[in-house]
């Protein structure tokens, strides 16, 4: 019998992927399920953010006595309560905790996988109603089973990462996610409150008309970063118009759009961080693992982000992610050296 709606749950469209690898054991989809249903509780609360002089400024009392909580600590607890009830997650690693959490009951420590996560990136735009979002990655554990999770277990580069992706907090809330397989797009939709398959497949076009930078720190790049911005501001494109700049300041917000209209963005070096701003393993890596299942590139400049060795949860790197074309076009200009070599 034909089905008489044509929407896909985030659950069932998991759950029909798992069908396809007999031996897999819908860890992953529950894992997925878990993050989703986080994410939706975090929703919930940023889509009041806009009346906090109303309801009660974080850090105030509100008006049952009981203190507000920033939004950023809000969607951490809540990542951390719901993974943690979880029977799929043997720990967790945050860019909030100064280490990572190993969950020491049974059924957590005889669990496949830890996640990674960004609880709420880009939280400077709360105030300006911008969007923000929670960026996640999952890998299979190192270490052996039925004991706590280690430090190897959050160490591993993302070309080992399981699936990455994140919750855009926008004009709709969506989840896109990868797997090894594909990326997809999922849309919330608030009346059954269920994420819905909206953007199947998803591609990174090839080419790409934005660039997206925090250009007034340009006086502090190298010349080859310099160079690269010129070439952006002159006529390079195809139809003779420069590239378009566009940058939101939120690291999810500008890849959305960097991973649907094609483009690049970038967060790289400068005279005073050397590595630059961004953190490899909470947000470098799930998003050039979801770029690169969508067709697109993501580098730090001297090789793939994806095959960077981590050494600490907290590292930084600079990243050049985006349209294929673009970003080599980039390389170009900012690792000439390596691109000889
Ligand atoms: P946060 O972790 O404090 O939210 O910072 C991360 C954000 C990214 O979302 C964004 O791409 C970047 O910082 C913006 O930095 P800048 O203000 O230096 O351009």
């Given at each position: 019998m034909n089905s008489p709606r044509k929407l896909i749950t985030l659950d069932e469209f998991t759950i029909q992927e798992t069908r396809q690898f007999p031996q897999a054991t819908g860890e992953l989809s529950s894992l997925l399920?878990?993050?989703?249903?986080?994410?939706?509780?975090?929703?919930?609360?940023?889509?009041?953010?806009?009346?906090?002089?109303?309801?009660?400024?974080h850090g105030a009392t509100n008006i049952q006595g009981e203190e507000q909580m920033k939004l950023d600590i809000y969607a951490n607890d809540m990542l951390i309560s719901v993974l943690n009830?979880?029977?799929?997650?043997?720990?967790?690693?945050?860019?909030e905790n100064d280490d990572f959490?190993?969950?020491?009951?049974?059924?957590?420590?005889?669990?496949?996988?830890?996640?990674?996560?960004?609880?709420?990136?880009?939280?400077s735009n709360i105030d300006v109603n911008a969007p923000i979002g929670t960026i996640f990655s999952i890998y299979k554990r190192i270490s052996p089973l039925g004991m706590p999770c280690?430090?190897?277990?959050?160490?591993?580069?993302?070309?080992k990462l399981m699936a990455a992706g994140y919750v855009i907090y926008g004009s709709s809330t969506m989840m896109v996610y990868a797997t090894k397989v594909s990326a997809n797009g999922f849309t919330l939709e608030p009346s059954i409150g269920e994420f819905c398959l909206s953007h199947p497949n998803i591609k990174c076009p090839e080419k790409g008309k934005i660039y997206s930078i925090n250009q007034g720190n340009s006086c502090k790049y190298d010349d080859g970063m310099k160079?690269?911005?010129?070439?952006?501001?002159?006529?390079?494109?195809?139809?003779?118009?420069?590239?378009?700049?566009?940058?939101?300041?939120?690291?999810?917000?500008?890849?959305?759009?960097?991973?649907?209209k094609g483009g690049i963005f970038m967060y790289p070096a400068d005279r005073s961080n050397a590595k630059g701003k961004l953190r490899l393993q909470y947000e470098c890596n799930p998003m050039s693992f979801l770029i690169e299942a969508a067709g697109g590139l993501g580098s730090f400049g001297e090789g793939r982000i994806l095959d960077i060795e981590p050494t600490e949860l907290h590292q930084r790197t600079p990243i050049y992610i985006g349209s294929k074309n673009l970003v080599n076009k980039a390389l170009e200009f900012v690792s000439p050296k390596v691109l000889a070599n």
């Amino acid at each position: 019998m034909n089905s008489p709606r044509k929407l896909i749950t985030l659950d069932e469209f998991t759950i029909q992927e798992t069908r396809q690898f007999p031996q897999a054991t819908g860890e992953l989809s529950s894992l997925l399920r878990d993050i989703g249903l986080a994410c939706k509780i975090i929703n919930k609360q940023v889509l009041k953010a806009g009346l906090v002089d109303i309801l009660g400024k974080h850090g105030a009392t509100n008006i049952q006595g009981e203190e507000q909580m920033k939004l950023d600590i809000y969607a951490n607890d809540m990542l951390i309560s719901v993974l943690n009830n979880s029977a799929d997650c043997a720990g967790i690693a945050s860019e909030e905790n100064d280490d990572f959490v190993p969950f020491t009951d049974e059924f957590s420590m005889n669990s496949k996988y830890v996640v990674l996560f960004d609880p709420l990136d880009g939280s400077s735009n709360i105030d300006v109603n911008a969007p923000i979002g929670t960026i996640f990655s999952i890998y299979k554990r190192i270490s052996p089973l039925g004991m706590p999770c280690t430090a190897e277990d959050f160490l591993q580069p993302g070309n080992k990462l399981m699936a990455a992706g994140y919750v855009i907090y926008g004009s709709s809330t969506m989840m896109v996610y990868a797997t090894k397989v594909s990326a997809n797009g999922f849309t919330l939709e608030p009346s059954i409150g269920e994420f819905c398959l909206s953007h199947p497949n998803i591609k990174c076009p090839e080419k790409g008309k934005i660039y997206s930078i925090n250009q007034g720190n340009s006086c502090k790049y190298d010349d080859g970063m310099k160079a690269f911005l010129n070439y952006c501001m002159e006529n390079n494109k195809e139809d003779g118009r420069p590239y378009s700049l566009r940058y939101i300041g939120s690291m999810v917000a500008d890849l959305h759009r960097t991973l649907i209209k094609g483009g690049i963005f970038m967060y790289p070096a400068d005279r005073s961080n050397a590595k630059g701003k961004l953190r490899l393993q909470y947000e470098c890596n799930p998003m050039s693992f979801l770029i690169e299942a969508a067709g697109g590139l993501g580098s730090f400049g001297e090789g793939r982000i994806l095959d960077i060795e981590p050494t600490e949860l907290h590292q930084r790197t600079p990243i050049y992610i985006g349209s294929k074309n673009l970003v080599n076009k980039a390389l170009e200009f900012v690792s000439p050296k390596v691109l000889a070599n």
